[in-house]
């Protein structure tokens, strides 16, 4: 109850000093109160190694498709689809599925969607939405964040994903594939460690 009353405050506060609305402010406060990547205590073992995975360019066909926002694909989706094929199949759901209102203002329009408070029970809800991809049905989170869907029997998510430290907003585009398993875990390890935040003003 305290947190929430602070939360509001802060936002008052800023709306008073910036004459912004309620939701605009809201987000700029959420997002000054979201964790950079370096204030996050994810365990890494000595002598460990991380490795690096470069995403795959697709601005220019994503801007021709109709995409607003900047695009994450990583190479080994890329290597099994066509990027066009995949893009289109992906926008295509998108302006399809008439619940998929946050990911379609994200993809269409370059609109960040509103913080989700993550908690550790959204990772074990994060894994029913992997398995029930991977056992052939799509559909979207509860919080609308992620979207899956099957292209040319391959299962793909399109997911909103805040980046750390610099806070902006990219659509990812991966597959539950094995060698993902790191940026599902890493997920997993940004999810548990953020802290809670009300999903309501």
Known sequence: ????????????????RTHESYLTARRHVLAQAEPAIGDLDIPIAPGSSISVVEPIDVATIAQRLGFRCEIILF???ASRLEPEVL???????LLAHDDAIVLRGLAFA????????ARPADVSRMRAFIRRLRAGI????????????????????CAAWYVHPSRSVKLVITSPGSTDTQLWATFGALVSASPARSRTP
């Not at 370059?110 to 408070?117: A, I, K, R, V």
């Open 110 to 117: 370059n609109l960040p969607p509103p913080l989700w408070g």
């Open 75 to 77: 190479p080994e989706l």
């Open 138 to 157: 799509g559909g979207l989170t509860d919080e609308g964040h992620m979207l899956g869907l099957h292209v040319a029997g391959e299962p793909v998510v």
């Open 1 to 16: 109850m305290t947190r929430n009353r602070d939360l509001k405050r802060r936002i008052r506060d800023r709306q008073a």
């Open 87 to 93: 893009l289109a199949h992906v926008r295509d759901a």
